[in-house]
Nanobody, 115 residues
């Protein structure tokens, strides 16, 4: 069993920034895929940013150029730097790690972008 714990969410004004962290109980270098997902009000969960073990990165079109996914293997932590935040970025953000058919999720952290 792998534990994922997110932190860094909160309330921020449009144009502001937040950095989300996801601390894993095991080495994140052993996973095939790592990613951040979000679920806005009345919407389905979507992939925001994904990172493969080979270093390939992809972003949702809505966040491209504003969000950056990264990892620190030494600290077993996945990050999501979010800049120039918009109200439509509001939602619960989840950390995810996959290894084969196994998929692990964090508890989620709320991000609210509002004036």
């Amino acid at each position: 069993q792998v534990q994922l714990v997110e932190s860094g969410g909160g309330l921020v004004q449009p144009g502001g920034s937040l950095r989300l962290s996801c601390a894993a109980s095991r080495s994140i270098d052993s996973f095939y895929n790592l990613g951040w997902y979000r679920q806005g009000p009345g919407k389905q969960r979507e992939l925001v940013a994904g990172l493969t073990s080979a270093g390939n990165i992809n972003y949702a079109d809505s966040v491209k150029g504003r969000f950056t996914i990264s990892r620190d293997n030494a600290e077993n932590t996945l990050y999501l730097q979010m800049n120039t935040l918009k109200p439509e970025d509001t939602g619960v953000y989840y950390c995810n790690a996959k290894y084969g058919i196994m998929s692990f999720w964090g508890q989620g952290t709320q991000v609210t972008v509002s004036s």
